[in-house]
């Protein structure tokens, strides 16, 4: 019976050491994304910036088609879910008597971005509209 215990304590302890938290307060690491509406004001110049300059700085379009008088047209549609959660955990004793407070909370935006590029037959741009949305 004591060998069984001892077996059980030290398969919770493993488990629990690889128990890896569902949620972390820490952001993790990654690019800005070139998708922002100063990013493409700054980086587009109408009848300057070349399809390879676009294909640099936002890489290949989500479509590519050409308009009735023959223009090519990229379009670049991103999207972006951004999840934050929360928890504050306290405890506290006075001799017998214990008080324990806590708070969680989650929080979840949404963000789409669409640009459409419309060029020339030089190669360059000729005109450009971006839309940003926020919910």
């Known amino acids: 019976m004591r060998c069984l215990l ?5 398969i919770s302890l493993f488990l629990v050491g690889c128990a890896t938290p569902l ?3 820490e952001a993790s690491p990654t690019q800005p994304s070139p998708f922002t509406h100063g990013n493409v004001q700054l980086t587009i110049r109408q009848n300057i910036t070349t399809q390879a300059e676009i294909l640099e700085k936002f890489g290949p379009p989500n479509i590519a088609t050409v308009d009735s008088s023959g223009k090519e047209v990229w379009t670049y549609q991103k999207h972006a879910t951004v999840s934050k959660s929360s928890e504050t955990n306290a ?7 214990g008080v324990a407070g806590g708070s969680s909370g989650f929080e979840q935006s949404t963000r789409t971005m669409t640009l459409i590029i419309k060029f020339d037959e030089n190669k360059k741009v000729a ?3 971006s839309m940003t949305t926020s919910f």
């Open 23 to 25: 949620t972390s307060n």
């Open 91 to 97: 405890y506290g004793t006075v001799i017998l008597f």
């Open 6 to 10: 001892v077996s059980i304590f030290l």
């Open 127 to 129: 005109d450009f509209k």
